[in-house]
């Protein structure tokens, strides 16, 4: 022990550091000065820096600025540029981090605006101009007349048009009374042979036979794996039904194959008649049986509903309806098969390029409504409402005037109902499908 403190009594007297010379020549460039001789001799003082009460930043002198030893630096002097003032002062709202922000604030903004302009808004408001002009009656004078405007030739083979059944529609009020005991109007969309998603389908909306009837829009056969079943239950519930695409070719077939006598040759209806083009409809036509055929014979091109409140009068169709033509001029082919119209002739066609004639027609009926509002005491009972199927590719499409309701059952998509009950009260359902094209 006594080795490790042996060395003691070389340490300084620690009580002699008070008397330490802590003063700086004036010449030092450090910035510190000497202290006063009398305050730091002063036995009583407790700190030999007590000088330094305040921050230590107040005794900088920074004589870098003005010591001689420094004046090789370089200095910042803003002044010695060439440029003008109001370049350097442009240059330094450039420069500044708030100016670039904005900058990129104001260029998403300008960007997103154009783009919506671009993209949105302006076709919207040329679509618009172009359905106008497309229903100025001026336009019409100069194209010599609208699509429909001469006599159509007598289809002694198909039924153009029919009326349903009053009794079956809704009550113009809703039922006060338990909801399953109103009629309802349930229309179906393209089914194409689908006749497991028909069934839950029907048991989804609860269809009672005693009070609801169907009405199918068109390509209730074909494609799918039960053609025949379909038939028969729309038959068993003695539903309505109008002639789509795919009925009309079916039909037709099976009419040229009974008029060339081949309905038992199917070898000799091939090689002499069709040579192996459609073959599976050509199917389909033999396997219908005569009351079979014979109901769909009946479904007519356009079928006339009758008025329903908060749809004015409800027309179903397979495909759609040129707008302002009565409907004993429509085409029959067209209704079959139209998607798009032409804006100057009104002439429709089954090729997706052109204006959907959706569009014509629900801008047509507001039109029409706007100009007997005030006139008429119940204007909405001469404006129309169209139901219809086909364009599987739009799917679901729901506007003002037009219902369109095939969402591609047979490709996986969905079977759908349109529900309308007492009181003009309308409701889908839809069920999910299997993609049968695939087998």
């Known amino acids: 022990m006594a080795g490790t403190y042996s060395n003691l009594s070389n340490i300084p007297n620690i009580s ?76 330094s709202i450039v420069t500044a981090p708030r100016f670039r922000r904005y900058v990129v604030v104001y260029l998403t903004v300008l960007i997103s605006c154009w783009a919506g302009w671009k993209f949105f808004v302006a076709p919207r408001l ?65 089914v194409h042979g689908c006749k497991d998603e028909l069934d839950r389908l029907l048991e989804e909306v609860s269809f009672n036979p005693d009070t609801d009837h169907l009405i199918f829009t068109g390509d209730m056969i074909n494609k799918g794996p039960d053609s025949l079943g379909v038939v028969d239950l729309a038959r068993k519930y003695s539903a309505s039904c109008v002639r789509g695409n795919h009925e009309d070719k079916v039909l037709s077939l099976r009419h040229n194959m009974i008029a060339a006598n081949t309905m038992d ?18 199917k389909l036509a033999r396997q219908l049986s005569d009351e079979q055929a014979e109901w769909l014979d009946t479904c007519p091109v356009i079928l006339s509903v009758g008025q329903i409140k908060g749809m004015g009068q409800v027309v179903v169709v397979h495909a759609g309806l040129v707008p302002g033509l009565d409907l004993d001029k429509q085409d029959p082919y067209s209704v079959m098969n139209m998607l798009t119209i032409d804006l100057d002739t009104h002439v429709p066609s089954r090729s997706r390029e052109g204006m959907k004639w959706t569009k014509l027609f629900n801008k047509h009926q507001s039109l029409l409504s706007d100009s007997l509002r005030g006139t008429f005491e119940n204007p909405e009972s001469m404006l129309t409402t169209v139901i219809y199927g086909h364009d599987s590719k739009s799917s679901l499409s729901l506007k003002t005037y037009s219902k369109g309701i095939d969402t591609g059952c047979v490709k996986g998509g969905k079977l759908t109902a349109l529900v309308v009950r007492d009181g003009g009260e309308q409701k889908l359902v839809q069920v999910k499908c299997q993609d049968h094209t695939k087998n």
Not at 167 to 177: C, D, I, R
Not at 267 to 278: E, I, S, T, V
């Open 126 to 190: 040329e679509e618009h101009a172009a359905l106008l002009h497309a229903l100025d009656p001026q336009v019409k004078e100069e194209m010599g007349g609208w699509f429909g405007a001469n006599a159509l030739p007598r289809f002694d083979d198909i039924v153009q048009l029919r009326k349903l059944e009053p009794s079956l529609l809704p009550e113009e009020s809703a039922s006060k009374s338990d909801s399953s005991s109103g009629k309802r109007l349930v229309f179906i969309g393209d």
């Open 16 to 91: 002699n550091l008070g008397s330490f010379d802590y003063t700086t020549d004036d010449s030092s460039d450090d910035g510190l000065h000497s202290f006063d001789d009398n305050q730091n001799n002063d036995a009583s003082s407790s700190y030999p820096l007590s000088k330094y009460t305040g921050p230590l930043v107040d005794y900088v002198r920074n004589e870098w600025q003005i010591n001689p030893k420094y004046a090789s630096l370089p200095t910042a002097n803003t002044d010695s540029s060439d440029s003008p003032r109001w370049i350097q002062i442009l240059g």
């Open 265 to 282: 040759d199917e070898f000799l209806d091939d090689a002499n008649l069709h040579r192996g083009q459609y073959t599976r409809e050509r």
